[in-house]
């Protein structure tokens, strides 16, 4: 792991450089939602722009004459598919993902299962592109229920953390299923090469929590795919990194991002403001100032773009609602190494062969 | 086709497509409450029969496929028809 001489923490580079540092010579086709996100189209273009190359071609799905108007003259690596329609963030999912057959995401994610394109990114709707994923992309067989695996700004450095929102209710064996795609995630997308798995629960003791959490307990304690489980953790050592992955159920994963996200937000707010109380403080500041942007950089979600649809026969990257262009940007590198890498191999070898393996 | 062939394919989607134990479908098992399967099952249940089969199934007619033998019903009144 990267890091810098005696900072206390490690900037989320040492995982995003890995995805923008194209090492290998495959071309992939990486279909971009324009029309989803607060921001859409023109942060969503601006961040695909930021992100294609010779070896990221970006294709934008949606309203084709709005998205052409925002790309320059000459433009490579970037094409433009049309679709007339959008999901709006109120539908219900499933419903809309079978009915809305010309909406971006639909059109996205087919054009994914028909092979013209790799992965696919959106910022839209997370239901509707979970539903969406499920009914066009496909599951990889063997795989329940597909999570939301998300990194997530931890000190010193940052954790894997599913299911952030994809399944509000679980079983014992779903979670199970999360721990193993969640440590292949680490170990292909975030380059941890021996990731240890945490539970989230109420209390370390493995009596500790719903009955759900007490039975996958036992499930990944005596599954051997799973290498390094450290056993139950709380929610304040999210934060703090005891382990790389933590594996929750969607809900609870959902509040604790939020959760999170919302106080890194109020003490860094807190730390600027009291900066900014005298000339003594400002001068600190100054002096502070470069580091500060290395902490503040380590506690935005937006560094790492999004979060992958993991299970989906394809990498699907679930973007921030609000991302600007550098979140799109970073999903969409985050789309190419899901390509790449032996991330989709790897859960398919391993809950593929479940019933041998267990 | 035979009640019983549609049966053997719509057990093929569901222990395939949504990862159901085999042993649970049975003609009388319900999705939600025996097979555990949530509405986004459901909808993929439909589509899958949908491409199988080669017909069309609208959401009032989804609504009503219950069980697995209701789901079988639905089939064969579509393909002899």
Redesign the interface.
Same mark, same amino acid.
């Given at each position: 792991m990267r890091g810098s001489r005696n900072r206390p923490y490690t900037s989320p580079h040492w995982v995003t450089d890995a995805w923008s540092a194209v090492t290998d010579d495959r071309v992939v086709r990486v279909v971009v939602d324009a029309a989803g996100g607060d921001n859409a189209p023109g942060e969503i273009v601006k961040g695909a722009l930021d992100a294609c190359g010779p070896q990221l071609n970006v294709i934008l799905v949606g309203d084709e004459p709005r998205v052409r108007a925002l790309l320059p003259e000459g433009v490579q690596h970037v094409s433009v598919v049309h679709a007339p329609d959008v999901i709006g963030y109120h539908e219900e *999912? %499933?419903?809309a %993902? =079978? +009915?809305r057959t010309g909406s971006s995401i639909v059109v996205g994610l087919k054009m994914v299962h028909n092979g013209e394109a790799e992965a696919f990114v959106s910022a839209g709707n997370t239901g509707a592109v #979970? +539903?969406a994923s #499920?009914?066009y992309v =496909? =599951?990889i *067989?063997? #795989?329940?229920r597909p999570a939301i695996c998300t990194i997530m700004p931890a000190m010193p450095a940052p954790v894997a953390f599913l299911d952030v929102g994809a399944n509000a209710e679980v =079983?014992a064996e779903f979670l199970r299923q999360f721990a193993i795609m969640g440590q292949a995630f680490a170990r292909e997308v975030m380059g941890i090469p021996e990731p240890t798995i945490g539970l989230l629960s109420i209390g370390e003791e493995p009596t500790k929590g719903t009955p759900d959490v007490i039975e996958a307990h036992q499930l990944i304690a005596g599954d051997h795919r799973i290498s390094h489980f450290y056993g139950n953790i709380e929610g304040r050592d999210i934060m703090n990194r005891l382990v790389d992955v933590i594996v929750t159920d969607g809900f609870t994963g959902n509040v604790g991002l939020k959760t999170i996200e919302g106080s890194a937000r109020a003490i860094l707010g807190a730390l600027k403001a009291t900066v900014m109380v005298s000339a003594k403080t400002k001068l600190g500041g100054l002096l502070l100032q470069k580091d500060l942007q290395v902490l503040k950089d380590a506690l935005n979600p937006e560094e790492f773009g999004g979060a992958l649809l993991v299970g989906m026969n394809a990498p699907v990257v679930i973007a921030h609602g609000n991302s600007k262009a550098r979140g799109i940007a970073q999903a969409v590198r985050m789309g190419r190494r899901g390509a790449v890498s032996d991330l989709l191999p790897t859960i398919a070898r391993e809950l593929g062969t479940q019933t041998a393996a267990v | 086709m035979t009640r019983e062939e549609v049966f053997e394919h719509v057990k093929g989607i569901l222990v395939e497509t949504l990862s159901v134990d085999e042993e649970k479908v049975t003609m009388d098992a319900r999705f939600q409450e025996d097979l555990e399967t949530d509405s986004l099952d459901l909808v993929e249940l439909v589509m899958t029969m949908e491409e199988k089969f080669g017909i069309k199934i609208t959401d009032e007619e989804a609504a009503d496929i219950k069980t697995v033998g209701d789901a079988v019903d639905f089939v064969m009144t579509r393909v002899d028809a």
């Amino acid at each position: 792991m990267r890091g810098s001489r005696n900072r206390p923490y490690t900037s989320p580079h040492w995982v995003t450089d890995a995805w923008s540092a194209v090492t290998d010579d495959r071309v992939v086709r990486v279909v971009v939602d324009a029309a989803g996100g607060d921001n859409a189209p023109g942060e969503i273009v601006k961040g695909a722009l930021d992100a294609c190359g010779p070896q990221l071609n970006v294709i934008l799905v949606g309203d084709e004459p709005r998205v052409r108007a925002l790309l320059p003259e000459g433009v490579q690596h970037v094409s433009v598919v049309h679709a007339p329609d959008v999901i709006g963030y109120h539908e219900e *999912p %499933a419903t809309a %993902a =079978r +009915a809305r057959t010309g909406s971006s995401i639909v059109v996205g994610l087919k054009m994914v299962h028909n092979g013209e394109a790799e992965a696919f990114v959106s910022a839209g709707n997370t239901g509707a592109v #979970v +539903a969406a994923s #499920v009914l066009y992309v =496909r =599951r990889i *067989p063997g #795989v329940k229920r597909p999570a939301i695996c998300t990194i997530m700004p931890a000190m010193p450095a940052p954790v894997a953390f599913l299911d952030v929102g994809a399944n509000a209710e679980v =079983r014992a064996e779903f979670l199970r299923q999360f721990a193993i795609m969640g440590q292949a995630f680490a170990r292909e997308v975030m380059g941890i090469p021996e990731p240890t798995i945490g539970l989230l629960s109420i209390g370390e003791e493995p009596t500790k929590g719903t009955p759900d959490v007490i039975e996958a307990h036992q499930l990944i304690a005596g599954d051997h795919r799973i290498s390094h489980f450290y056993g139950n953790i709380e929610g304040r050592d999210i934060m703090n990194r005891l382990v790389d992955v933590i594996v929750t159920d969607g809900f609870t994963g959902n509040v604790g991002l939020k959760t999170i996200e919302g106080s890194a937000r109020a003490i860094l707010g807190a730390l600027k403001a009291t900066v900014m109380v005298s000339a003594k403080t400002k001068l600190g500041g100054l002096l502070l100032q470069k580091d500060l942007q290395v902490l503040k950089d380590a506690l935005n979600p937006e560094e790492f773009g999004g979060a992958l649809l993991v299970g989906m026969n394809a990498p699907v990257v679930i973007a921030h609602g609000n991302s600007k262009a550098r979140g799109i940007a970073q999903a969409v590198r985050m789309g190419r190494r899901g390509a790449v890498s032996d991330l989709l191999p790897t859960i398919a070898r391993e809950l593929g062969t479940q019933t041998a393996a267990v | 086709m035979t009640r019983e062939e549609v049966f053997e394919h719509v057990k093929g989607i569901l222990v395939e497509t949504l990862s159901v134990d085999e042993e649970k479908v049975t003609m009388d098992a319900r999705f939600q409450e025996d097979l555990e399967t949530d509405s986004l099952d459901l909808v993929e249940l439909v589509m899958t029969m949908e491409e199988k089969f080669g017909i069309k199934i609208t959401d009032e007619e989804a609504a009503d496929i219950k069980t697995v033998g209701d789901a079988v019903d639905f089939v064969m009144t579509r393909v002899d028809a």
